[in-house]
T-cell receptor
Framework: DAGVTQSPTHLIKTRGQQVTLRCSPK?????VSWYQQALGQGPQFIFQ???????QRGNFPDRFSGHQFPNYSSELNVNALLLGDSALYLC???????????????FGPGTRLTVT | GENVEQHPSTLSVQEGDSAVIKCTYS??????FPWYKQELGKGPQLIID?????GEKKDQRIAVTLNKTAKHFSLHITETQPEDSAVYFC??????????????FGQGTTLQVKP
């Protein structure tokens, strides 16, 4: 049973550039959430995708955008990178709907983004 | 606003002792409370969770308690082992159509278990 996978593992970008991060959800899951985790902090919710649509968004600027594909995988795009965007970006997958296990979110290993 | 406070920020115990981590949430509409363990260089791992209609849940050496009135929930680890050393996060999920899956995380507790 494949867990949540993310790519790349590490990424170094220059201020002002754009970046795309990728996530494949756990087998059987159809919902993907993205979180940003700054060093020494808890994850902060960016947005959630379900049925290829952004279902909910956290307090992040429009520079952060995403997409979900028909196979449930997802991308996170960040434009006009700032130094403060340096963080671990986590993808979490879950089941949509209201079933017993729909609340459980399983995280991938993350992508470490460094902006210089 | 939505907020989860977690204490302590660091916790050091001797192997075999118990460890307790406490969290307080602000939004009374929260209905699901997971706990995650994060080891260095890895993503958070779901270790136990509890829903708002349950007061306590146990899984081997770990247990979680929930006090909805006080908006408190706690993680209890008994018979701690060195491999329990990690950062632990509590989280709360908001209930309602406009909050379909957002988790609000605490600041984390670094647990060190000394052999």
């Amino acid at each position: 049973d494949a867990g949540v996978t993310q790519s790349p593992t590490h990424l170094i970008k220059t201020r002002g550039q754009q970046v795309t991060l990728r996530c494949s959800p756990k087998s059987g899951h159809d919902t993907v959430s993205w979180y940003q985790q700054a060093l020494g902090q808890g994850p902060q919710f960016i947005f959630q995708y379900y049925e290829e649509e952004e279902r909910q968004r956290g307090n992040f600027p429009d520079r952060f955008s995403g997409h979900q594909f028909p196979n449930y995988s997802s991308e996170l795009n960040v434009n006009a990178l700032l130094l403060g965007d340096s963080a671990l970006y986590l993808c979490a997958s879950s089941l949509g709907g209201t079933g017993t296990h729909s609340y459980e979110q399983y995280f991938g290993p993350g992508t470490r983004l460094t902006v210089t | 606003g939505e907020n989860v406070e977690q204490h302590p920020s660091t916790l050091s115990v001797q192997e075999g002792d118990s460890a307790v981590i406490k969290c307080t949430y602000s939004d009374s509409a929260s209905n699901y409370f997971p706990w995650y363990k994060q080891e260095l260089g890895k993503g958070p791992q779901l270790i136990i969770d509890i829903r708002s209609n349950v007061g306590e849940k146990k899984d081997q050496r770990i247990a979680v308690t929930l006090n909805k009135t006080a908006k408190h929930f706690s993680l209890h680890i008994t018979e701690t082992q060195p491999e329990d050393s990690a950062v632990y996060f509590c989280a709360a999920r908001l209930h309602g159509s406009s909050n379909t899956g957002k988790l609000i995380f605490g600041q984390g507790t670094t647990l060190q278990v000394k052999p």
